[in-house]
């Protein structure tokens, strides 16, 4: 029996109270042994943004992440569910 193996190839963001320069999301990606992390890109489209991956990512085996970024102490982004 042969294991199916999963890849991404692009990342999709549900987004809320994002807007461009002032609320956004940004993501980056490890592949196997390497530290160093990919930049996936800027998220700041509302109600969805997908952005191409550089490389093939397998799923779930290797570290995603995100951070959140703002200019008002009041408004923050938010990544649906």
Avoid: C
């Amino acid at each position: 029996m042969q294991d199916v193996y999963k890849l991404w190839s692009e990342l999709k963001l549900f987004l809320e109270n994002a807007s461009q320069d002032h609320q956004y999301v940004t993501a980056d990606y490890q592949l196997d042994d390497s530290s160093t992390w990919i930049e996936v890109g800027t998220f700041d489209t509302v109600p969805v943004e997908a952005q191409t991956l550089t490389a093939l990512y397998p799923v779930p085996a290797h570290p995603l992440q995100a951070a959140m970024y703002s200019d008002d102490e009041a408004q923050t982004p938010r990544i649906r569910r």
